[in-house]
């Protein structure tokens, strides 16, 4: 399978917007959620997801917790902070805009 | 997550790198249980330790990581050599120690502002003209009517405050019996006004008190007297105390952060002028005149109408002078209006110590930097052998700035240990130095506050430190060429050329020190063995005062009280003991106009003469009906100065006093020079007088004042002092005794000065030599070691002894004599400047200059053996069968 190259900035994007719709999931189940949502076209690559969801948390959109799952291991989740809600919507604006941008020179070509 | 959380995690980086892996770890879990390939899924998240780099440089901030490794890394650096580390250490906290202490000193007398408002515009009047002998000197010294003048006529333009010298004096709460000593100063009333201050209690003066004299018997006192004498009790107003014959009522307290205007003395007490005794006196000059200048007056009109003010007062004031020579009274109104700036008070030890702590200044900073060269050489060497450490951390990626952040740190570390320690030793040595200053009974307290201004500079000089020894190290150790580094080869010689510069820096600065030194102890010990002209060992001096005045039997009959107590051999009185006081007249030989030496008088009791063991040259010691006027003993030097030579046994003087009055004396007998009132000063011509003062009707002047002198045998002089004390006050309640002391003590105040710059420039001299002795040490024995091989082979083909001996030390002699020689002319270059502060030795004299070149020859000598020693004990076959 060919890889779809995420824009800059998109992945941000997915995975606020999957937080938004059900909170407190794991890296894989990010993961896996864009997988299906997207009906297997878009892939988040561990390599990128990973660093983008601590820096997502280090900026502050998004929080995360320690949970326990079953024989002492724990596993950490993730949920939207009020600044990553702001943040959400910010960049679905963005990407609106963008894309009919991008819309309009395809267009007119 | 925040700021503080990236912080913790650089220190925590441990935990974040589990919590990242176990993150990892549940995704692999979750993805092998939702039935995804175990190998695909391990195999997407490719290098594991490269996405955890990733998401740690996401939580943590990377240059204080970076930093914090350093700091561990230089932490183990440092451990691991302990011994170098401590004395690199020791010696950077002994010389940054006393830089700080320095400065402590330093700022506090000359730097920190009064703390009172208006403090940049405030400033102290003197004038500049030839003194007693004709020497260009400053007298800031005013009498009260003159200043009266000046004030009127500079108002509006500047407000001008009298401030009388403050002293040292006797006062009682109780009863005379209960005397303590304190601290008083006159000012004006409008002082405290104009310097902004407010009372802690009560009241302070207004320009109310200024008015009349006499009338305002109110007293304020200093907080911090306040705090020492009374324990801050608020009932402290109104209480009463005995100054003089004079009786103040306390009225209130200063503020806690004003303690007078003398840098160097806490006044307690403050008085007003008007209660000073000689406020209506034109011819005493007891006071200073500061004054706060308003801010856009020009100061040279201001200054210019002080002078003539002053001018016109003097030559009014000198018109009665038919008693003095023409020429003296023309050198006395030669004196030139100043006006100096007195943001930091205004104080004799200013003016005394001055260049003294400037050159002791310098002293501690060559100290320091012979201390950063040493462990810059240290760092250089060091540095040379992580050559291979360096150049591997080159060949992995690590960035120059990485290298020089890393050694600087290490430096830093090393700075930063030494400047805690020496904080240590500047809290404790700036106190202690500053007690030393004025005479033991006596010392000089100077506020001495750790502030923001002294951690400023000790923060400046740590870095500075920091930066003179660790970046040439660290730009070395980044410019390292792995190639060369790895290989094992390294450039000869080109890299230690420095290490040889900084060696001869290091001779250069040691000698400057030890020059110096050299000249200080020479001063001092020449002061000291100066011949004083009367024995002064076993000595005791009882300074009484009788405010009543006393007649001659009764002075005679205390004499012989104390005459009494066991272990006194010989009582004598005197006005003063010699090296204290002072009293001139202008000598008129034959009715002649009075001349332009002045001449020098002591009353002394009949036996004085024998009690100082003074010996007679010619004629006769006084007897009990000997007078002055009357009769005379004189010292050689009169006689020179004023008889020409001429035996002058049976001849008169007189002595003329500055408004005319004549008193005739005849010579009785002829005594050798002795010391008057300053080791410093070239011997007077003295005149000794009889304590039977006579007034103009030839009746009997009762003296007021007057010093038991006591010779004692086989007991320390000091331990009568309280029983003496008792018993002069017992026999004849009249005598109030001011103070006991030996008259060891005042020969030893004259030379304090000169005592605490020699020992205090020797003690580092002893540092610098001994540095520079464990800097040339250690980078000797660093080159024999590098050059191991190199000597094995030498020996393996034949040389000798002497061959590798000059192989080892030629280019470090070569340093030491460049070093030498530079030191030389630096010395030479600097050595006018401490000219005023030596006496009796000639700073360009070749002994003060071979002394110190031997001192550092030998030590050179000595720290180089070890080294050679070594080299010529290498083993040829032991050595190039290891490597």
Redesign the interface.
Known sequence: MKKTDTMQGSLDLLVLKVLSRQPKL????IM?AIKHISGDVLNA???SL??AL??M??T?WIRAEWAA?DAG????LYQLTAAGKKQLEAEITRWHTVSSAINRVLQEA | MSLWSRIIYAFRGDRLNHEIDEEFAAHIEEAIAAGNDPAEVRRSFGSQLRLREQSRDARIIVWLDCLRADFVFGWRQLLKRKITTAAAGLSLALAIGACTSAFRIIDALFFRPLPVAHADRLYVLARQGPDDLGALRTFDDFAYPNFARMRAAAKGQAELIAASFTYRTDLTYATDNEMEKAYVQYVSGTMFPIFGLKPTLGRLFTADDDIIPGANPYAVISYNYWSRRFAKDPHVLGRTVHIGNKIFQIIGVGPKSFTGTEPGIITDIFLPTMMNPDVTRTDLSWLRILGVINPDVPHEPLRAMLDAISLNYETERARGFVGMSQHNIEMSLQKKMLIKTAATGVSRLQGDYRRALVWLGVLVALVLLIACANVANLMTAQAASRAREMALRVSIGAGRSRLVQLVLVESAMLALFSAALGAIFAWWAAPFVVSRINPPDNPAHLILPADWRVLAFGSLLTLAVTLLFGLAPALRASAIQPVTALKGGEEPHSKHRSMYTLIAAQVAFCFVVLFFAGLFVATFRHLSSQSLGFDAKDLILIETTTPHGQPPESWSQMADTLRAVPGVKDVAIAGWPLLSGGWTGSISVNAAPPTDNWGYFLSISPGWLNTMKMRLIEGRDFNSTDSFPGQAIVSQTFVKTFFNGIDPIGRTFEKVNPFGSRQLCRVIGIIPDATYSSLHEPILPVVYVPIRHLDEHGAINPADGGTFLLRTFGINPLSLATTLRRLVTKTNPAYRVNNVQTQQELVDNQSIRERLLASIALFFAAVALLLAAIGLYGVLNYSVLRREREIGIRIAVGARIGNIARLVAQQIFVSVFIGAAAGTALGMASVRYVQTLLFGVKGTAPSMLIAPALVLLSAALLAALPAVVRAARIDPSVMLRAD
């Open positions: 794991h890296g894989y189940a896996t690559e561990v390599g990973y660093p601590h820096r948390e280090e502050g799952k291991r724990r596993t950490r």
